[in-house]
């Protein structure tokens, strides 16, 4: 079981909008504004969306974008186009002692 | 530009010593604020975080797998070392390195995929 909860599996049509949710607890998420955000094709390496819950590096679509609300981090993607169909995985920094966490990730379907 | 590429066997057997090298591109690992992390992917499932080290030589491991881990650097061949003892099937995954900024991985190595099994 993964320290930080996404949900299994998201869907959205073309051009709509979807967010994914990211919840941790006060000794993560709640803690540090160091989330950060991965998109992952099949058979390739995670590619970085967001850092710092809601910094964008260059090169990275404006469609992305990172909130942050107590406990829980959201990755919102707008206008939904057929190339964003991967798994998306939320990272959070968890202190000293455990570090970093990842989440269980959560598969999206371009419909 | 950044690379990593990480190298190693693909097959081990149980209760043996998996040793991985990452080999990178683009940084030094004595800049202030730079690391290299290790992060693992069982097929089909998420991933996992196992181990950073910084320029400094400073240390973290994955608390449920930190009896198991060593991470080590050498910084003029651009080399980073990561050492997992006692194999067990359940270790089967591939494994990546990535660089670290801060507490921010950015840049992941295409990844080796890790066999357990006798």
């Known amino acids: 079981q993964s320290a930080l909860t996404q949900p299994a599996s998201v869907s959205g049509s073309p051009g709509q909008s979807i967010t994914i949710s990211c919840t941790g607890t006060s000794s993560d998420v709640g803690s540090y504004n160091l989330v950060s955000w991965y998109q992952q094709h099949p058979r390739k390496a995670p590619n970085l969306l967001i850092y710092g819950v809601r910094e964008r590096p260059l090169g990275v679509s404006d469609r992305f974008s990172g909130s942050k609300s107590g406990n829980t981090a959201s990755l919102t993607i707008s206008g939904l186009q057929a190339e964003d169909e991967a798994d998306y995985y939320c990272?959070?920094?968890?202190?000293?002692?455990?570090?970093?966490?990842f989440g269980g990730g959560t598969k999206l379907t371009v419909l | 530009q950044i690379t990593l590429k990480e190298s190693g066997p693909t097959l081990v057997k149980p209760t043996q010593t998996l040793t991985l090298t990452c080999t990178f591109s683009?940084?030094?690992?004595?800049?202030?604020?730079?690391?290299v992390a290790w992060i693992r992917q069982p097929p089909g499932k998420a991933l996992e975080w196992l181990a950073l080290?910084?320029?400094?030589?400073?240390?973290h491991y994955s608390p449920s797998l930190q009896s198991r881990l060593t991470i080590t650097k050498d910084t003029s061949k651009n080399q980073v070392v990561l050492t997992m003892t006692n194999m067990d099937p359940e270790d089967t995954a591939t494994y990546y390195c990535a660089h670290n900024f801060g507490y921010n991985i950015d840049y992941w190595g295409q990844g080796t995929l890790v066999t357990v099994s006798s």
């Open positions: 990272c959070s920094y968890a202190g000293s002692g455990t570090f970093a966490v």
């Open positions: 683009g940084f030094s690992l004595s800049t202030s604020g730079v690391g």
């Open positions: 080290i910084y320029w400094d030589d400073d240390k």
